[in-house]
């Protein structure tokens, strides 16, 4: 059984910073993609950014040059560093991981949600 944890959402004024992280535990094998997604009230859920195991990061042009990724491969986590936040990125935070177990073959994980919101 693999299991996402998020943890770092919290209530932050415009312009703040806040810095998500998400561990991966269970019988894991590799881990291909880790990753952010964000879903809005009403809205569709999106991507925010994801990091391959070759380092390769894609970042959606709502967050560049704001946001960064980054990934410890030894404890199997991923973080979400975002600075000068605007209330237009309140939002639930999830994390996503492909991952393949010791027996099976590769899945899509979610963690549980953290909530991010921006707001004077």
């Known amino acids: 059984q693999v299991q996402l944890v998020e943890s770092g959402g919290a209530l932050v004024q415009p312009g703040g910073s806040l810095r998500l992280s998400c561990a991966a535990s269970?019988?894991?094998?590799?881990?291909?993609?880790m990753g952010w997604y964000r879903q809005a009230p009403g809205k569709q859920r999106e991507l925010v950014a994801d990091i391959t195991n070759d380092g390769s990061i894609n970042y959606p042009d709502s967050v560049k040059g704001r946001f960064t990724i980054s990934r410890d491969y030894a404890k199997n986590t991923v973080y979400l560093q975002m600075n000068m936040l605007k209330p237009e990125d309140t939002a639930v935070y999830y994390c996503n991981a492909l991952i393949r177990e010791v027996l099976g073959l590769p899945h899509d994980y979610w963690g549980q949600g953290t909530q991010v919101t921006v707001s004077a």
């Open positions: 269970g019988s894991i094998l590799s881990i291909f993609v």
